[in-house]
């Protein structure tokens, strides 16, 4: 149901699930097969879509959903989706990945503001700082 990711700059491994919830993206990507023999998931036609130790492109995003009922909202875990090689249904799409990245540059200026507040507070005023 996916394949395997080492991200070696950042120490993490990680799978990247060819398995959807939408149906149509389900069916496409159900369409790779694994070829023993040239340790490869390829399409129907026969090509390979992805090799063992290919290079590929993934996007990290935290996933803040609950697994289930039983485990606390506040735990998170990374999610990997793949963005090259495009392979229809399994990849994310061009616009989706622009959409991503204006979203990720847009959270990017009150994290740096709340952070540079908590610096603030424990460098200069120590006595107020109650829990960091």
């Known amino acids: 149901n996916g394949f395997g990711v080492l991200i070696h700059n950042y120490g993490i491994e990680g799978v990247v699930y060819t398995t959807s919830k939408d149906p149509a993206a389900a069916a496409a990507a159900a369409a790779l097969?694994?070829?023993q023999a040239a340790h490869a998931l390829v399409t129907p036609s026969g090509e390979p879509a992805i090799s063992l130790f290919q290079r590929v492109r993934v996007v990290l995003q935290v996933d803040d959903k609950p697994v289930s009922a039983n485990v606390s909202s506040m735990r998170r875990k990374l999610s990997l989706r793949l963005v090259?090689?495009?392979i229809p249904g399994?990849?994310?799409?061009v616009g989706e990945l622009a959409a991503l990245r204006a979203a990720a540059?847009?959270?990017?200026?009150?994290a740096a503001?709340?952070?540079s507040r908590i610096v603030e507070l424990v460098t200069k005023h120590p006595d107020q700082v109650q829990n960091v």
């Open 105 to 110: 540059a847009a959270a990017k200026p009150a």
């Open 84 to 86: 090259e090689p495009q």
């Open 113 to 115: 503001a709340e952070e």
């Open 90 to 93: 399994l990849s994310i799409a």
């Open 33 to 35: 097969t694994y070829d």
